[in-house]
């Protein structure tokens, strides 16, 4: 493993890896099929990351920690955007407006990628999205976004999901934590109104991401 994974990089685990709690039944299944699980934003405990595990369905979530020996390859979110879903799947509305978004982000010379089921499916090849499905995408952001340009990308990423019959959910990284794309642009029509900053020890309300970061 060359670099410390972040939130939201999907982890390949090698066979008969093992985690630090005792997970539920549906686990080992699910790692079977697809072995597969997505770093989340909490604490680590010693040298173990924060993870965590997709069932067969929306009530099947466990959060645990896994030890690096286990992680075989770390694919991030910047690295799906560049793979195709399988043709038969891409006329879905999730992956229909996956097409469109690099025409609308690229313009802003950020960094970003497909999260959530489209970029679970995409790293595992396993069919997780559905007609119903939104889109999941996560921007870098290191340098503070102009509020009115953040407002720019939100509505110009909601017409797109509008013209694709589906939504779109955007989460803004800085350089240690994350916050809604579409609080942030509400933010700037309402003054005062401030941002749920996600850090990996709590979320907290602000009015700078960048400044708490």
């Known amino acids: ?37 997505v770093v989340r934003r909490a604490p680590r405990i010693g040298d173990a990351i924060a993870v965590g595990v997709r069932g067969a369905s929306r009530g099947e979530r466990f959060g645990t920690w896994i030890e690096p020996r286990w992680i075989e390859a770390i694919l991030t979110p910047e690295d799906l955007r560049m793979r195709e879903p399988d043709q038969a799947r891409a006329a879905l509305p ?5 097409r469109a978004v690099p025409s609308i982000i690229d313009r802003c010379n950020l960094d970003w990628g497909p999260t959530g089921s489209a970029g679970f499916e995409l790293a595992s090849a396993m069919p997780t999205i559905t007609r119903d499905s939104d889109l999941d995408i996560v921007v870098r952001a290191p340098e503070p976004l102009p509020r009115a340009d953040a407002s720019s990308l939100f509505d110009a990423l909601s017409r797109a999901a509008q013209v694709a019959g ?48």
């Open 94 to 98: 999730a992956f229909a407006l996956l």
């Open 1 to 37: 493993m060359n670099r410390t994974p972040r939130p939201h990089d999907l982890l390949r685990l090698a066979p008969g890896a093992t985690m630090l709690d005792e997970a539920p039944d549906w686990v080992a299944a699910s790692l079977v099929r697809a072995p597969f699980v």
């Open 166 to 213: 589906t939504r779109i959910d955007v989460q803004i990284e800085t350089s240690d934590a994350a916050f809604s794309l579409a609080e942030f642009a509400r933010a700037n029509q309402h003054r005062g109104l401030r941002v749920m900053l996600r850090h990996a020890d709590g979320p907290r309300l602000v009015d700078d991401p960048w400044a708490a970061a």
